[in-house]
């Protein structure tokens, strides 16, 4: 069983930037593909970025490329979101996930979940 715990959420005025993190607890950390997604009240998660085991790919929804990178610290067993000029629809709880497949723009594709970060962006 993978813990994952995320942190760095808050709030920040539009324009600006955050990076969450993702700690897991497992020792084979390096062996999953990583993903964050977001879900705001009432609708359905969705797919934000993903790095695969190797950090030899990254994948990224169309709303998100070129302002989010994700990277890994496997040493630490960390997953990063940076986000920069964010913007006040990127208002949501973003959750890592930690699966064997990738790429892996769905859901389904992961196996454990953190249990969310709130990301507030203000207009």
């Known amino acids: 069983q993978v813990q994952l715990v995320e942190a760095g959420g808050g709030m920040v005025q539009a324009g600006g930037s955050l990076r969450l993190s993702c700690a897991a607890s497992?020792?084979?950390?390096?062996?999953?593909?990583l993903g964050w997604f977001r879900q705001a009240p009432g609708k359905e998660r969705e797919f934000v970025a993903h790095?695969?085991?190797?950090?030899?790919?990254?994948y990224y929804a169309f709303s998100v490329k070129g302002r989010f990178t994700i990277s890994r610290d496997n040493a630490k067993n960390t997953v990063y979101l940076q986000m920069s000029s964010l913007k006040p629809e990127d208002t949501t709880v973003y959750y890592c996930?930690?699966?064997?497949?990738?790429?892996?723009?769905?859901?389904?594709?992961?196996?454990?979940w953190g249990q969310g970060t709130q990301v507030t962006v203000s207009s």
């Open positions: 996930a930690a699966g064997f497949i990738s790429p892996g723009p769905l859901a389904s594709h992961y196996k454990y």
């Open positions: 497992e020792r084979t950390f390096s062996n999953y593909a």
């Open positions: 790095i695969s085991w190797s950090e030899r790919s990254t």
